[in-house]
């Protein structure tokens, strides 16, 4: 049988553009099956545990870390600003930290881990509005108040928290500073977003 009239140079074209073309529409439905292996937007805001490393962190001293899109304090306290927790007790809304959020291990006067009762772990968010307060360690503080012993001070509403982000009588802020679930790695450590093996 004669091949007369087969253009075998356009034959090989069709053939190459229509494999060309299926290949694109091959991919095209492959990305959203691929793209549903991916973390849905909410696994990713929820965000995975965080280490901050607090070997030179000074006592009196607060560092910032980011922590499921939220700032998260680490507070080295004083002796000074330790004291002052039992002394500011009677100004406060919840001092035993009953309606708090916060896990169990840290609900005692110092809001921390037992065996690193100088450090505590907050998230630097107003439990009013959340605005983020400022750090006020320095003591009688001419616009806070002579009785002003340390802590955080809201700017947006006036909220007081005490140097353990519990929050003061008679203002805005319902409850104490939230503190996320931590555990100490080592001495310099610390693993925010999990609580550990001995919580």
Same mark, same amino acid.
Request: charged letters at 25%.
């Given at each position: 049988?004669?091949s007369?009239?087969?253009?075998?140079?356009?034959?090989?074209?069709?053939?190459?553009?229509?494999s060309?073309?299926?290949?694109?529409?091959?991919?095209?439905?492959?990305v959203?099956?691929?793209?549903?292996?991916?973390?849905?937007?909410?696994?990713?805001?929820a965000g995975a545990?965080?280490?901050?490393?607090?070997?030179?962190?000074?006592?009196?001293q607060?560092?910032?870390v980011?922590?499921?899109g939220r700032?998260?304090?680490?507070?080295?306290?004083?002796?000074?600003?330790?004291?002052?927790?039992?002394?500011?007790?009677? +100004? !406060?809304?919840? *001092?035993?930290s009953?309606?708090?959020?916060q896990?169990?291990?840290?609900k005692? $006067?110092?809001?921390?881990?037992?065996?690193?009762?100088?450090?505590?772990?907050?998230?630097g968010?107003?439990?009013h509005?959340?605005?983020s307060?400022l750090?006020?360690?320095?003591?009688?503080?001419?616009?806070?108040?002579?009785?002003?012993?340390?802590?955080f001070f809201?700017?947006?509403?006036?909220?007081?928290?005490?140097?353990?982000?519990?929050?003061?009588?008679?203002?805005?802020?319902?409850? +104490? !500073?939230?503190? *996320?679930?931590?555990?100490?790695?080592s001495?310099?450590?610390?693993?925010i977003? $999990?609580?550990?093996?001995?919580a």
């Amino acid at each position: 049988m004669s091949s007369d009239g087969v253009n075998e140079g356009r034959r090989r074209f069709l053939i190459g553009a229509t494999s060309a073309v299926g290949a694109v529409g091959a991919g095209f439905a492959a990305v959203p099956f691929v793209q549903s292996w991916q973390p849905s937007a909410k696994a990713k805001t929820a965000g995975a545990p965080v280490v901050a490393d607090i070997s030179k962190l000074d006592v009196g001293q607060r560092m910032t870390v980011e922590w499921r899109g939220r700032p998260v304090w680490i507070l080295r306290r004083s002796p000074e600003a330790m004291a002052s927790l039992k002394k500011v007790e009677d +100004n !406060l809304r919840d *001092p035993q930290s009953a309606e708090s959020n916060q896990p169990e291990y840290t609900k005692n $006067e110092h809001r921390s881990r037992s065996d690193h009762d100088d450090i505590v772990v907050l998230i630097g968010i107003c439990t009013h509005l959340g605005c983020s307060p400022l750090y006020r360690p320095e003591v009688g503080a001419a616009d806070l108040g002579s009785d002003w012993l340390g802590g955080f001070f809201c700017p947006c509403h006036g909220s007081k928290f005490d140097m353990a982000g519990r929050v003061f009588k008679a203002v805005p802020a319902p409850t +104490n !500073l939230d503190i *996320p679930p931590y555990y100490f790695m080592s001495e310099s450590l610390i693993k925010i977003g $999990e609580d550990g093996e001995a919580a």
